[in-house]
């Protein structure tokens, strides 16, 4: 069920991460920096107040819906309850941040991010509930038209001469359609009075991971606006859209595994036990291992061939000397939020996630304000990837003891090997390039990888194969 929920989240998140890649593509190449530059810290800064203010309710649906099936109507009412308090909440926040904001271009752009927010958090709510019931194709088909649709009105806006307002208008149009679509339905039976009991469930579950998810965004999204400080918008635009390139190419490739994976885990411990908890997640590491490292080993490899070809000009020599240090950022950052801190989940102990963030968050800051003023966006991301290193390893000690993950190490050595293996034979062709070469490139590094996890039997693979299909 793993390998099909997780192929089916592939595809789900696959086809919007294209159109995403795309848009990188295009905006890089019709935006200049200062304008990329512009439009990243808006978007950083939805991403963190829609993580500030609703992360809260997304976690609290996945987590409890599973236990509520038979009558999730409580559930659902009261997070659409608290989801129109926080509107509420937020409205009068962004308006109060208007009215003492100086400069006319910024009054302009947080009065488009407020609705943007509303609706990011809407579809994003609506996205968990498909996951939680178990649905990829609606998550696949409700994310993928919001992407496809983006686009295209973000590139007819900017073309019209809307700079860096036009993604954005796109992104909001895009969102209201898909929620006039798909966002209202499963909430017309939610419209009842809300649950106390429940509420106050959700803000004890919830609010430690919307503070761990909130500092998350420190480490990751801090950096652009201390870049602007130090240097200018123009260096946050060359570091946003590097580490936009990076991160989220990798990220979608682990995000999958766990969209599929924690979903599982939570049904096996709430209706078998832990110990069927604790081989749902063996299966989640061999899977996110076998995913997480050659893909990120390859991103490495092939950084400054990647830039080449997707980024507009004026931001492929900056990219080529950071996309590696985003590699590094995103296996630290993946591996620890999508298994070690699982322990603190399923154990109910997500305050221990808050102290771990908090302390990697305090580490990034300093270690910005020290780094970038010596050695400009190269320096932010030192940073970044230290930072994340920190909370790796933190999360990996001081989850033992809330919640015995387990952790195969036979199958992730033969995975490591069988990724050296691929790095090796791709080394060769490195001095190449074009997209073409690119394209084969992956396709040599993907044959040699499946090749050694099938001759090695990595995660036991080569004898679900033989067993599946040839006994």
């Not at 950083?44 to 997304?58: E, M, T």
């Not at 909440?89 to 308006?95: H, M, Q, R, S």
């Not at 998550?139 to 686009?151: E, N, S």
């Given at each position: ?40 810290l808006v978007i ?15 976690s ?7 236990s509520?099936l ?18 509420f ?7 109060t ?14 009065a ?20 939680s ?5 609606h ?14 009105l973000?590139v ?20 209201l359609?898909?929620?006039l ?14 649950s ?9 579950y919830?609010?430690?991971?919307t503070a761990?998810?909130?500092l ?8 652009r ?25 990798l ?20 209706q078998?036990g832990?110990?069927?908890a604790r ?18 080993a ?27 240090w985003?590699?590094?950022?995103v296996?630290?950052?993946g591996?620890?939020a ?26 990034n ?10 050695f ?14 920190l ?5 990996g000690f ?24 691929m790095?090796?034979v ?22 040699t ?19 599946r299909?040839?006994?």
């Open positions: 069920m793993l390998l099909r929920h997780s192929i089916a989240y592939l595809l789900a998140r696959g086809g919007p991460g294209l159109v995403n890649f795309a848009a990188l593509a295009i905006y890089t190449r019709l935006l200049n920096p200062d304008e990329y530059g512009r439009y990243a950083a800064g939805i991403s963190f107040f829609n993580v500030v203010f609703f992360q809260w309710l997304r609290s649906l996945l987590r409890f819906l599973p509520h038979t009558n999730p109507v409580p559930v659902l009412g009261t997070l659409l309850c608290a989801f129109a308090g926080i509107v909440l937020t409205g009068l926040l962004g308006t941040i208007i009215l003492l904001w100086a400069e006319t271009s910024w009054k302009n752009l947080i488009l991010a407020i609705p943007l927010l509303w609706m990011h958090a809407w579809i994003d709510l609506n996205l968990e509930l498909a996951r019931s178990l649905q990829p194709r998550y696949g088909m409700v994310a993928a038209t919001k992407a496809v649709t983006a686009l295209v973000g007819c806006f900017v073309m019209w001469g809307l700079g860096e307002f036009g993604p954005l208008l796109g992104m909001l149009a895009a969102l359609i898909v929620g679509i798909w966002g209202w339905k499963p909430w017309i039976k939610a419209l009842t009075r809300p106390n009991q429940l509420f106050v469930s959700f803000l004890k919830g609010m430690p991971l761990t998810f909130a998350g965004y420190i480490i990751s999204t801090s950096d606006f201390l870049i602007v400080y130090f240097l200018d918008e123009a260096a946050a635009g060359l570091y946003s859209a590097a580490y936009d390139l990076g991160s989220h190419t990220t979608i490739l682990l995000s999958t595994i766990n969209l599929a994976a924690y979903p599982l885990a939570v049904r096996a411990l709430e078998h832990a110990a069927a081989e749902q997640l063996r299966r989640n590491a061999i899977l996110l291992l076998s995913i997480g490292l050659p893909s990120i390859g991103f490495m490899l092939l950084s400054s061939h990647i830039a080449d070809i997707v980024l507009g000009a004026d931001f492929r020599e900056e990219a080529a000397s950071l996309l590696p985003v590699a590094i950022s296996l630290f950052a591996f620890r999508y298994y070690f801190d699982l322990a603190f989940q399923l154990g109910r102990r997500t305050i221990i996630q808050t102290w771990i963030v908090a302390a990697a968050a305090g580490t800051l300093m270690l910005n304000i020290l780094l970038i003023p010596e400009g966006v190269l320096g932010a991301a030192y940073a970044t990837a230290i930072a994340y290193g909370a790796l390893l933190l999360s001081i989850s033992l003891k809330y919640f015995l993950l387990p952790l195969p190490w036979q199958d992730a050595l033969k995975i490591f090997l069988s990724t050296i293996l790095a090796l791709l080394s060769p062709t490195l001095a190449y390039s074009g997209f073409f070469v690119l394209l084969g490139q992956v396709i040599l590094g993907v044959v990888f499946g090749c050694a996890v099938l001759a090695i039997d990595a995660g036991g693979y080569r004898s679900e194969v033989l067993r299909y040839f006994s």
